[in-house]
């Protein structure tokens, strides 16, 4: 038989990964020209509104990220809010279903819904106010080119789009959310210095990523997909486009050495103990290395390692410890 090599060579950057500024750059290097766009006028306009009950209101948003590219997006929010509210940015997950997008984290999906991804719903219900966003290539920002190519290929042809044109697939993701978090700093009752995000599977890495990218976002809560570059290659892990950083492993860059960009700010990741994408020695490992940035800035107790027994999903009972984080530390 014949292989393709995997290996991954080096251990990161070992005490030279101290030096945060010098890895913030190698970093933003990597991920490309995606993170230097101009900001443009947002735009953001109410579409739709559907009241949900018990004083929660649900608009239909879009929003300008991009020259002529909107992002649509569920706004919950209470009927009269009353500042200033912390928000949340939920982002959803993969699972090779395009069609779902933002509708996921609102529990509008059986298969979505009992794996726990309705967290977003029950975020707002215990007063946060929550954007659901469409990544892209998902939702209403699926494939438009319908049944003549397969929404596989889209999302390929967008992220070789991307690395043509000097980006990323992750930069792409983190320049959107960034935008993400332009509309909630907007809104005049929401505080603007308590922005948090969730997400499970590539919710996780939406969150993790646009927190090392922008230090805005003072919370997070990362469900599955934690992982080394090592495990990701030699494992032949099956994971989103915007997990393969382009010119990572040229950088000599792990993920432990990535990680430390987001501290002091409040991370709390959970991990199964029953997934082969999630494989939990490499996310001890992550959790691990990356622990002395926050011990340095004693705020050890801000970075959190959850480990359930199950598969990929979002339970309740952890669901429930998310929802203490948040209160504890946004």
């Known amino acids: 038989m014949y292989e393709y090599p995997m290996a991954v060579a080096g251990d990161g950057w070992g005490e030279r990964g101290r030096n945060l500024a010098a890895v913030d750059h190698a970093l933003r290097q990597c991920i490309g020209s995606s993170l230097c766009k101009q900001r443009v006028p947002l735009e953001l306009q109410v579409l739709d509104q559907e009241d949900l009950g018990e004083g929660l209101l649900m608009e239909k948003i879009h929003y300008q990220t991009e020259p002529g590219e909107f992002v649509p997006a569920y706004l919950l929010r209470p009927h009269r809010p009353i500042g200033p509210l912390a928000g949340i940015v939920a982002f959803h997950g993969h699972g090779g279903r395009y069609e779902v997008g933002k509708d996921g984290v609102i529990g509008r999906h059986e298969r979505f819904a009992s794996l726990g991804m309705g967290y977003g719903l029950q975020l707002a219900r215990a007063g946060y106010v929550v954007l659901c966003p469409d990544s892209v290539c998902f939702g209403e920002r699926r494939n438009p080119a319908g049944d003549r190519i397969p929404d596989i290929i889209y999302e390929r042809i967008v992220t070789m789009r991307e690395i043509s044109a000097g980006g990323s697939m992750v930069g792409k993701n983190i320049w959107d959310n960034m935008r993400a978090i332009d509309v909630l700093q907007s809104l005049g009752y929401i505080d603007p210095e308590r922005i948090g995000g969730i997400g499970l599977s590539m919710g996780s890495g939406m969150t993790f990523f646009t927190m090392m990218c922008d230090p805005r976002m003072k919370a997070g809560v990362a469900v599955c997909s934690m992982y080394t570059i090592r495990a990701l ?63 340095e800035k004693d705020a050890e107790e801000a970075f959190a390692l959850e480990i359930f027994e199950g598969k990929h999903e979002f339970p309740a009972d952890q669901r429930s410890k998310a929802l203490d984080w948040f209160r504890k530390f946004l």
């Open 233 to 295: 290659f030699e494992l032949k892990l099956l994971h989103c486009y915007m997990n393969y950083i382009p010119r990572m492993i040229e950088a000599g860059l792990e993920m432990y050495d990535i990680f430390p960009l987001i501290a002091p700010r409040a991370l709390m990741l959970v991990n199964p103990t029953d997934s082969y994408e999630d494989p939990l020695e490499a996310t001890r490992e992550l959790y691990q290395k990356s622990q002395w940035a926050w011990q």
